[in-house]
């Protein structure tokens, strides 16, 4: 309701986007510490209003450079950011980043099932927007990307551990075109820093049945870019 109040104000229309949207309708609250919010401007400037209207037990980070904000209170983390499009250039993640729209924001998600937002606007409080059927997806069990998996995945390599991070803690499958994608990507994973390669992997370790990523890793060759002594094995 407060998000709700500041974004009228000033006149921006905001989102709740991402793994809480999932979660949700997964009806799966282990992962809700942290909700991820987009606005149709700026992020930084509309958490910075927010905590006018919050208690002082509140804690506001913000990163000028990526354009986004975090507000924590209560043991929950609220990441605020402004919609934008993303490009890539070849040999980093890092992502050059200008304005856009809704659907810009929603195109640049990893996966379908991430990719579904709840409206906060007056005109349509509390709508769910699906673009890419992320709630048949869900329904299916399968993690694909909303565009070209070959695109997502070069973009953003670390997507590749993802898909099989959420396969392994969801049960999920990954669908055909994206499996081939990762299989053709892999080593695109060099561009990425041990330290999230490793975040990664020990999450799929700690999931419920982390044969099912394990598995993964092998049949794709992942596991051989960040781990070569396999490849003689």
Sequence with gaps: RIINKVSLELKYKTYIVGGFVRNLILENNSQDNDIDFVCVGDGIHLAKKLTKYLSKKHKLTFFKNFGTAMITLDSKNYEFVGARKESYRLNSRKPLIKEGTLSDDQQRR????????????????????????????????????????????????????????????????????????????????????QERITSEFNKILLSEKPSIGLNLLFETKLMEQFLPELKDL
């Design 110 to 193: 990893d996966f379908t099932i991430n990719a579904m937002s709840i409206s906060l606007n007056k005109e349509d409080y509390g709508k769910l927007i699906d673009p890419f059927n992320g709630q048949n997806d869900l329904k299916a069990k399968i993690i694909r990307t909303p565009i070209d998996p070959d695109v997502t995945y070069s973009d953003d390599p670390l997507r590749m551990m993802r898909a099989i991070r959420f396969a392994s803690q969801l049960a999920f499958n990954i669908d055909a075109a994206s499996l081939g994608s990762i299989k053709r990507n892999k080593d695109r994973l060099s561009i990425v820093s």
